[in-house]
């Protein structure tokens, strides 16, 4: 196929943009002379704009905005060959076949597709015991892909992760070039995950400190509001909670030894960066590591029990709260 220009979708949030990334890196060795053009949301735009292979990045939020002649218009002036819709929106499969893109690439599993797209892969995510970046990799089927990637192998593709070209603030770098290691706690996920207790963390924040290392706490400014007042006055602990931009969060995070979350974005950002990262999960499908665990070579899973009977039946299950803040200090270690 002679491939010009192909468009890959995904309008949600920062993990599940950032999984989407290796399938990328195939289309780029597979179409070299293709230009790639990644259409998201604007607040996940910076972690794209990361990644090298990535030739244009397109925010939905503006196009969808727009009254629907122009909507139209802007999508026709893409002049793209194919498009994958990795999240079926339904919006966008209706743009894409209205300026007739070739070739329309999405789930079967979704109605409108049916009309909207020219290649309707069959496959399921809910019920598949791969992971969500292997998952993706089904959609590449029309373009030639034989057989889906080892989850192993598709770490090395996040070597393709650069930082942002950006400095952070003299106070914050004092404090990480003060010659004590430094760790990130991450402990809310915006109800994207089940999480650990906040009682935890402050106790895994206090061990921390013992041991000579710098924590930062990490969050959006309404997540802070939740733990700011119970890390103040605590040496050593320091609340960057709605301070940073993604652009810098992610360049702190380049700074930091650890990284310790729930499954949530920044995990996976962690994990793409090379830095040591430890991802506290449940083991309930469909939100089970084996699925949402984070890229890396330095990746730490934790799970209270990995066969959790009560997590096993799909149910809610707090089993989360059962890991001892001595495991997760005893894999910081």
Known sequence: MDLKKIIISRTDSIGDVMLTLPMCVWLKENYPNATLTYLCRKYTKPVVDCFDVIDEVIEWDEMENLPTVERIQLFKSLEADAIIHVFPNKEIASLAKKVRIPMRVGTSHR???????????????????LHESQLNFELLRPFGLKEIPKLEDLSSKVLHFELPKITLGKELLDVLNNGRPSVALHPKSQGSAVEWPMENYLELAEKLVVKGYNVFFTGTENEGKQFKEKLRDREHVHDLSGRLSLKELIVFISELQVFVACSTGPLHIAGFLGVKTIGLFSPRIPIHPGRWQPLGNEVYVLVFNPNCPTCKKKKSCDCIESIQVADVLKEID
């Not at 109605?111 to 015991?129: D, M």
């Open 111 to 129: 109605t409108f597709h049916l009309l909207s797209c020219t290649h309707k892969v069959n496959f399921t995510r809910k019920k598949s015991p």
